[in-house]
Structures are given as structure tokens and as C-alpha cells.
């Protein structure tokens, strides 16, 4: 299966600054990269998702970016807000193949 | 609109003793995924179903069995559980292009 990594495990950034991770995956024919935000107690959700038919995606405050040459794919989050604070969780996906495995995820603290 | 939902929503369990943890979904995905949370090693898979009547082996399915007798249903079962077991146990459906969707997670519990 496509074996994701996540980097760093644990983010700190002060309120207002931007938080980067990255994710790295193995498996060159993956072409779905979502991304998770789970909040303490609560289940995953999709806060934002990227095909490999492109390079970028944006959508408020978040957005994606994908190097297939490199295989690693990040999130930006700017001006960060204390409900950001969560853990992020990663994936790699073969449509088609449909297993669907996260990376170890990456906890965001964000400092008020 | 329901969604996916998990049944039981938390539950203690003997060493050594049997349990299903039920899974639904309405959306008609065919695909279905058990994972597993533990502190600092993230969603783990367990077992997933491509589509009804399929099953594969994730990354830790040791102790686990699953069925897929339909499109809506996955249920996941230890057949003799081990405090090792103790966990948060999550049910994922996905379609084809769509998002995985999640349930509201299961707190087990072996003593």
C-alpha cells in the first residue's frame, strides 16, 4: 500500500502566522491527495483535497500543493486562528485501488 | 441525512471475550475502511472493502475479522479481545471521486 509520511509531528506557531506541512508518499501512481483536520474528541473531516492533474489549490485560509516529481504534497494554513489547532492527517489514493491509508498525522498548536 | 454511524458509541470489554462493532452508511459507497487510533500513531487500517462481497487486509489486522455482505454494512469483530486492543476504533466509507466520510468513532476498552 502507499506508505505516507507526515513533517513534523508537532507544529507551534503564534496566532496570525502560517503553518506548512508536508506530506511524502511512495507510490508514484497515486492521484488523490485529501487532507483531514481532526479536532480533539471528534471524527476526521476533509478540509481540503488536490488531484494530480494539477499544481495547487486554494480555498480560503488553506491551501495545497503538489510536487509529483518530488512525491510530496503540503498544506499551507496562513494567518492561523486558535480553532486551527488541531491534528492534520494526509493520505495518498489510487482511485481505483480505494485503500485508503493516512500518514501518522501532525498536531498544530496555535499560540493566542 | 444519516451519513455513516458506528454502533456502540463507547463500550468496556472483558479480556477474552467476543465483539462486534457495527458500522452503516446510506450513501451507497463501495468502499468501507476500519482504522484504529492510538496516541502518536495516528489512523492505522485495519481492514477495508473495495466494494460488497470484497475485503483486504490493512496495516494491523491481526485479532480482526470483517464481512461485507452488502453495500451498507462493515461490521468489524474481535473475536477474543486483548487489553492491546483498547482503543479508538473509526469507520470510513468513500465513494468513487468523493471524499471519505467518518464515522463518530468507537472508545474500547479491555480490562
Known amino acids: 500500500g502507499e506508505n505516507v509520511e507526515q513533517h513534523p509531528s508537532t507544529l507551534s506557531v503564534q496566532e496570525g502566522d502560517s503553518a506548512v506541512i508536508k506530506c511524502t508518499y511512495s507510490?508514484?501512481?497515486?492521484?488523490?491527495f485529501p487532507w483531514y483536520k481532526q479536532e480533539l474528541g471528534k471524527r476526521p473531516q476533509l478540509i481540503i483535497d488536490i488531484r494530480s492533474n494539477v499544481g495547487e489549490k486554494k480555498d480560503q485560509r488553506i491551501a495545497v500543493t503538489l510536487n509529483k516529481t518530488a512525491k510530496h504534497f503540503s498544506l499551507h494554513i496562513t494567518e492561523t486562528q486558535p480553532e486551527d489547532s488541531a491534528v492534520y492527517f494526509c493520505a495518498a489514493v489510487r482511485e481505483g485501488n480505494n485503500r485508503l491509508a493516512f500518514g501518522k498525522g501532525n498536531q498544530v498548536v496555535v499560540i493566542p | 441525512t444519516a451519513g455513516i454511524t458506528q454502533a456502540p458509541t463507547s463500550q468496556i470489554l472483558a479480556a477474552g471475550r467476543s465483539m462486534t462493532l457495527r458500522c452503516t452508511q446510506d450513501m451507497r459507497h463501495n468502499a468501507m475502511y476500519w482504522y484504529r487510533q492510538d496516541l502518536g500513531l495516528g489512523l492505522r487500517l485495519i481492514h477495508y472493502?473495495?466494494?460488497?462481497?470484497?475485503?483486504g487486509k490493512g496495516e494491523v489486522p491481526d485479532g480482526y475479522s470483517v464481512s461485507r455482505a452488502n453495500t451498507d454494512d462493515f461490521p468489524l469483530t474481535l473475536a477474543s479481545a486483548v487489553p492491546s486492543q483498547t482503543s479508538v476504533y473509526f469507520c470510513a466509507s468513500k465513494g468513487q471521486n468523493t471524499e471519505a466520510f467518518f464515522g463518530q468513532g468507537t472508545r474500547l476498552t479491555v480490562v
Open positions: 507510490d508514484s501512481a497515486s492521484n488523490y
Open positions: 472493502s473495495n466494494t460488497a462481497g470484497t475485503t
